[in-house]
């Protein structure tokens, strides 16, 4: 089945970066949409950005526009997401998701990595 590993959290301070990694295997994702939620402390998992395996289509949350990029490597089957001028308020568990969008009767986040931990001081 599909297996989702998530790398590169750690702590950085206010304005840094960081480059999150999610390795993928176990299908060909032509047909999926690869995902990345946050969830910090007390609150709900929230969508921060989408990118269409296939066409490398990305989609972002207001949240994180202009200061992260999603992106995808075909040969290594590895999704990154590259976070600048990081915020205290990026700091959560960042997780990789994935969707078969020919899934029926509709596409939905059905696998997920375990998360990687990413903390920002203030």
């Known amino acids: 089945q599909v297996q989702l590993v998530e790398s590169g959290g750690g702590l950085v301070q206010t304005g840094g970066s960081l480059r999150l990694s999610c390795a993928a295997s176990?299908?060909?994702?032509?047909?999926?949409?690869m995902g990345w939620f946050r969830q910090a402390p007390g609150k709900e998992r929230e969508f921060v950005a989408s990118?269409?395996?296939?066409?490398?289509?990305?989609y972002y949350a207001d949240s994180v526009k202009g200061r992260f990029t999603i992106s995808r490597d075909n040969a290594k089957t590895t999704l990154y997401l590259q976070m600048i001028s990081l915020k205290p308020e990026d700091t959560a568990v960042y997780y990789c998701?994935?969707?078969?969008?020919?899934?029926?009767?509709?596409?939905?986040?059905?696998?997920w990595g375990q998360g990687t931990q990413v903390t920002v001081s203030s």
């Open positions: 990118i269409k395996w296939s066409s490398g289509s990305t």
């Open positions: 998701a994935a969707a078969d969008r020919s899934s029926t009767p509709s596409p939905a986040y059905d696998y």
């Open positions: 176990g299908r060909t994702f032509s047909t999926y949409v």
